[in-house]
């Protein structure tokens, strides 16, 4: 299409003028920005139509990721790249005099998730499209994504966020498209023909619009799709109050849940999953019609997935399908259904395990309920067989029971596939948290460890970096990230350890750029930059990152011939706004900040900043200039993370605990290049069973602890006199189930070793190299060809590629 800089930089000029309705020299940088999107767009959409119709006639079999979120920040660069005309912009830019950087700072975050589980359906949709499989994401377009942070004196405040203000130029509306979906009502049912059917009547409809954004794989033509539902007013309300009906009607994509760990227990929540669940399986069978007349076969080209349980109502709703639309009896819809779907567990936290009350469930789901009874039903019938009187089990297991709604059970029975997403998450799972269910199906559990996209991650985000690695390995490992390997023969060569060395010094100056910016703080770009970035979270232990930096400043004080490498601790992180102790550390870390930064004495060795707003646009600036990725959950709890991947991947070395894929680094890169402590998993699971955790004998015997924890409430910080009551309390008073004092000495020791290893700069390229050349099994698209070959059972379209 823009086969040189002169054609594009005339259609450029072209569009701009046309758009905007004003000459190009007066034309403003959103104008620029509005017409170069919409050019990508339009360049895109030539491959998004061919993509389509080549799936529609080989009859591929096609793949729908069903996720809650989608977190997928900017798309103009990461659209330009995978299109390969990044160069040609960037060039003719350039020669037009405009920042294709400031141009892209206009784009807002689409930040339709809360962290990682959302970032993981982003960063899978890009790999989908990248290895040409025919994959696509259902979701929800929120009018307002996550919330914007704001630290004001010190506490975390909430702002609404708006990134459709001024319009999205991905996304186009379908509305021939839309489906209506029924919510209230009741269920009547008649004999028709010798069989049962069932009639939902006074039913309340909102209608489903979609709108899809082209997700464009790397240089290969594949554009799949992701589908965003808007919920607005049906055109035939039953309602008597229109206003009422249309408010409540537009609340069901308003607004993403700020919390990817509590269950809200809101109406409007479950509401929103069966929106999501009953719009996307309409018009996945839609799509299927084109080519196939009966359902049959529906799952011979149809995988439905399921990120974790909140679109778990696609069991019932697929069956509901099949039997009250389409005829099927019970057992073959049945079939078709589980065969069909398959389920991703993203936690072990039991408090996160989605429940509905009946009370809830039932009214606003009056037909679905009837089916997960009915699921219920055959289901402790089966179990009743194998274990006959066994109550207490089929108690345990039953999907229904105490008068909730278990989703994780239905997604356990109701599905063919139960993956967990690292490997020590998938032993727990089988092992501790879901016994019952792995005896009963042993053949549905399997594990897919996490993964990245190394393209936004290391390629887009790390250019320097990307150019280094190229320029001695080839730039194979673009679409082949395993062959990062091939860098190891590197680890003695002190020339290209050094050009390593000299890339990260960069990103690090970019990075001090950006928060001297914004906080007028000033900061040493040859410290150590040791950063935690992530939700907060008591599992995700930052205040074990904080209690050590006050201990530094304490020794500091102590002792005058204490001395370290300059380090400075960057802390990101949003809190839920209800979650009262998050907001708390956040609280603490900002007045830790102010304390260690405003002294003289002790800034000269260690600095502390919190960057507020943490999101993926930032996150791009901040893994690239890391030296200590901070991944310090407890043991067990980290269900995988995939920060710790964007920072090894980036050449920092991981401080952490053996969680998660945490164990799966310590694999690759071996114990002399990465920095563990703390409890394992099996410690912190029999201390738990067990008892026997005193938090209070660490208080009591350990000095460093008892100075640390008394300046929490003493008075030393110039707050209110209670301001960290609640934070002292639940470390000591209420014996911290997190067993954050139990791993303080241990990470004490592991934080100097750091310090140690840093004196040493060739050594620590080295360990730097080894992490990059050891991240190409994170890539997510490792991961996506483990769900596609063992899951999905799904092939690349070798047409498209
Ligand atoms: C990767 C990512 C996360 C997940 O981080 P963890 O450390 O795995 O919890 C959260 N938020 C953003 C913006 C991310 O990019």
Redesign the pocket.
Known sequence: MFSSNEQFKQEFIDRVERMSGKSFADSSERDQYQALGNMVREFASQNWISTNEQYRYSGTKQVYYLSIEF?L?RLLKHNLLNLGIEKIVEESFTELGISLDAIEELEADAALG???L??LAACFLDSLASLGLPGHGCGIRYKHGLFEQKIVNGYQVELPEHWLRNGHVWEVRKLDHAVEIPFWGHIESTMENGRLVFHHVNAERITAVPYDMPVVGYKNKTVNTLRLWNAEPSAYPIHKDILKYKRETESVSEFLYPDDTHDEGKILRLKQQYFLVSASIRSIVRSYRKQHISLQHFHEHVSIHINDTHPVLAIPELLRFLIDEEGYGWDEAWEITTKTISYTNHTTLSEALERWPIRIFQPLLPRIYLIVEEINRRFCNELWERYPGDWKRIENMAIIANEEVKMAHLALVGSHSVNGVAQIHTEILKQREMPLFYEVFPNKFNNKTNG?THRRWLLKSNPQLASLISEAISDEWIAKPEKLELLMEYQDDSLFLEQLSKVKERNKHKLVETITAKTGIALDPTSIFDIQ???LHAY?RQLLNVLHIMHLYNRIKEDSSFSITPRTFIFGAKASPGYYFAKKVIKLINTVAKKVNEDSEVSKYIRVIFLEN???S??EEIFPAADVSE?ISTASK?A?????M?FMMNGAITLGTMDGANVEIFERVGNENIFTFGLSADDVLRLQKQGGYRAMEYYQHDRRIRKVLDQLVNGFFSEEQNEFEAIFDSLVAHNDQYFVLRDFSSYVDVQSKVNEAYRNQNEWWKKSLVNIAKSGHFSSDRTIQQYANEIWRIRSNSNVL
Do not use: D, P
């Open positions: 977190l920040g809360n962290g990682g959302g970032r990245i970035v992530k939700r995700k943490y999101r993926v930032l996150a991944q980290e995988s993370g995939t920060g710790n964007k």
